[in-house]
C-alpha cells in the first residue's frame, strides 16, 4: 500500500496531467475557434463582398417570411442589420442570420445607426402609421431608404418623406415588388405595344378572408383593405394603362362583421376613370380571397389570376397561355434598388409613386365616403 505522500503525488501527477490535456484541449478549443472565426469573416466577407448592407425594421411577418429568406439570393445587397422592439427576435435573427451585435438595434437608439458604415440601406416594414417617422429618421441617419406599401396613411406624409430623403440626399423607394415581376411586365408590354389592340377595360381584384393585429387598427393601418391589398389593384391599373387616373368613384360593401371592422371598410369596390376613358372596375376585401388582374382590349384579352402573390403568378390571353418563370420579387426588388444606388441612376419605384398611390387612396375613401365622382387633380 502506497504512504499517504505518494497517493497525494499521484494525485498531483494526474491532475498535471488533466490540467495539460484540460490546457491542450483549451488551446486546441481557441485554436478551432480562432479558425472557425476566421472561416467565418472569410465567408461573411464573400458573401457581402461589393453588396450594399440593408437592415430590415420592424421583423414581422413580411420581414421574416419573405424579406430576409429574399435577402439569401440577393447578389447586390445583403442582410446587414436589424431594428426590432422585441430582445427574443433579436436573438434569434442574430444567430440564424449571422448578424454582428453592433448591427441590431431598437427604436431607442435608432438614429444612432447614422455611425454605422456598414448600414447603407434601411428597409421600413413596419405597420403603416408609422412608416412617415422611420422614413423621416432614416433619411436624417443618412441612409438611403425602402419604405412598404402604403407609403404611409396620407399625402402630407409622403410629402414629408420625399423632401426627408430630398434634403439628405439619399434615395427613397418603395416595396413594390411587382415592377419586377415577369408575368406583370409581361402585361405592360401586352397594353403598351397593342399586341390585342388597345385596352379597353381593366378588373382588378385583391382580397383576403383572413386579418388579425394592427391591420384592424384605423390609426396603425390608416384604413382597411383599400390600403393593404387594394393598393395592388391601384397600381395594376396604373401600370396596365400606363396612366394616372383623373377620377375615382367608390362604394363601400355590406358589413358582415361589424364588431371587428368598427372604423375601417370591410370591403369596397371603386372605379377609376383614365384620361382616355380606360375604366378599372376594382374590389377589394377582408371577407373573400380574390387576387385578379384581367385586361379587355379591342381584339382580345389577358390576365393574371393570381396576379399579385409571392409565388405561383399565372397568365393567359386570349391567344394562349403566358409561360414564364416564377422568381423571388424581393430579391430583383432590393437587387434593383442597390444597382440604382450604385449606378447613381432613378428607381422605377420611387417615393413619387407612393405619393400618387396614397393621393388615389385618399379620393377612393372620399368618393366612398361621399358617394361622389371625386377628381384627381
Ligand atoms: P407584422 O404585424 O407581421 O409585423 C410588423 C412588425 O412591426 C412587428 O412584428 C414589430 O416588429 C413591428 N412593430 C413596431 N411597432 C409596432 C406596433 N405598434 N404594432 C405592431 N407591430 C409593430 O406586419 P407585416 O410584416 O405583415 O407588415 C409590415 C409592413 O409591410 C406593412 O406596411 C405592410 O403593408 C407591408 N407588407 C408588404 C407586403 C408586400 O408584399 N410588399 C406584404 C406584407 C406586408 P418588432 O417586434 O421587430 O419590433
Known amino acids: 500500500?502506497?504512504?499517504?505522500?505518494?497517493?497525494?503525488?499521484?494525485?498531483?501527477?494526474?491532475?498535471?496531467?488533466?490540467?495539460?490535456?484540460?490546457?491542450?484541449?483549451?488551446?486546441?478549443?481557441?485554436?478551432?475557434?480562432?479558425?472557425?472565426?476566421?472561416?467565418r469573416e472569410v465567408m461573411n466577407t464573400k458573401r457581402t463582398a461589393g453588396k450594399l448592407g440593408i437592415a430590415l425594421v420592424g421583423l414581422g411577418k413580411y420581414s421574416g417570411g419573405q424579406l430576409a429568406p429574399a435577402l439569401q439570393e440577393t447578389e447586390h445587397c445583403f442582410l446587414a442589420g436589424i431594428v426590432t422592439g422585441t430582445p427574443e427576435k433579436a436573438k434569434d435573427w442574430k444567430s440564424k442570420y449571422d448578424i454582428p451585435d453592433g448591427n441590431i438595434y431598437n427604436y431607442e437608439n435608432f438614429a444612432s445607426i447614422k455611425d454605422n458604415p456598414a448600414i447603407d440601406i434601411i428597409y421600413v416594414v413596419l405597420p403603416n402609421a408609422l412608416h412617415a417617422e422611420y422614413v423621416i429618421k432614416a433619411a436624417a441617419a443618412g441612409k438611403h431608404v425602402i419604405c412598404e406599401k402604403p407609403m404611409a396613411i396620407n399625402v402630407e406624409e409622403c410629402d414629408r418623406m420625399i423632401d426627408a430623403c430630398k434634403k439628405t440626399g439619399v434615395m427613397l423607394s418603395i416595396g413594390y415588388r411587382l415592377h419586377f415581376e415577369p408575368h406583370t411586365q409581361e402585361m405592360i408590354r401586352l397594353s403598351k405595344d397593342k399586341v390585342v389592340g388597345k385596352v379597353k377595360k381593366i378588373i382588378a381584384k385583391d382580397g383576403m378572408s383572413k386579418v388579425e393585429g394592427w391591420r384592424l387598427n384605423k390609426a396603425l393601418a390608416g384604413g382597411g383593405p383599400l390600403m393593404d391589398v387594394g393598393i395592388y389593384c391601384v397600381q395594376g391599373a396604373c401600370y396596365v394603362s400606363g396612366m394616372d387616373p383623373i377620377a375615382v368613384k367608390a362604394k363601400e360593401g355590406p358589413k358582415t362583421k361589424p364588431e371587428m371592422f368598427r372604423d375601417i371598410e370591410q370591403s369596397l369596390?371603386?372605379?377609376?376613370?383614365?384620361?382616355?376613358?380606360?375604366?378599372?372596375?376594382?374590389?377589394?376585401?377582408?371577407?373573400?380571397?380574390?387576387?385578379?388582374?384581367?385586361?379587355?382590349?379591342?381584339?382580345?384579352?389577358?390576365?393574371?389570376?393570381?396576379?399579385?402573390?409571392?409565388?405561383?403568378?399565372?397568365?393567359?390571353?386570349?391567344?394562349?397561355?403566358?409561360?414564364?418563370?416564377?422568381?423571388?420579387?424581393?430579391?430583383?426588388?432590393?437587387?434593383?434598388?442597390?444597382?440604382?444606388?450604385?449606378?447613381?441612376?432613378?428607381?422605377p419605384v420611387p417615393g413619387e409613386m407612393g405619393r400618387r398611390d396614397l393621393k388615389i387612396l385618399m379620393a377612393i375613401y372620399k368618393a366612398m365616403d361621399s358617394g361622389q365622382r371625386v377628381e384627381i387633380s
Not at 283 to 300: F, Q, W
Not at 314 to 338: C, R
Open 269 to 347: 369596390s371603386w372605379e377609376m376613370e383614365f384620361p382616355d376613358g380606360t375604366i378599372a372596375a376594382c374590389e377589394s376585401s377582408y371577407a373573400e380571397d380574390m387576387n385578379l388582374l384581367h385586361v379587355d382590349a379591342e381584339k382580345g384579352w389577358f390576365e393574371l389570376s393570381p396576379a399579385y402573390s409571392y409565388r405561383g403568378i399565372t397568365g393567359k390571353t386570349s391567344e394562349g397561355k403566358i409561360d414564364l418563370p416564377g422568381v423571388t420579387q424581393q430579391a430583383g426588388q432590393m437587387d434593383d434598388f442597390a444597382m440604382a444606388i450604385k449606378d447613381k441612376r432613378a428607381t
Open 1 to 39: 500500500m502506497l504512504p499517504d505522500n505518494s497517493k497525494s503525488h499521484t494525485r498531483r501527477k494526474f491532475i498535471n496531467k488533466v490540467s495539460a490535456v484540460a490546457l491542450g484541449s483549451m488551446l486546441f478549443g481557441s485554436y478551432a475557434n480562432a479558425r472557425q472565426d476566421k472561416k
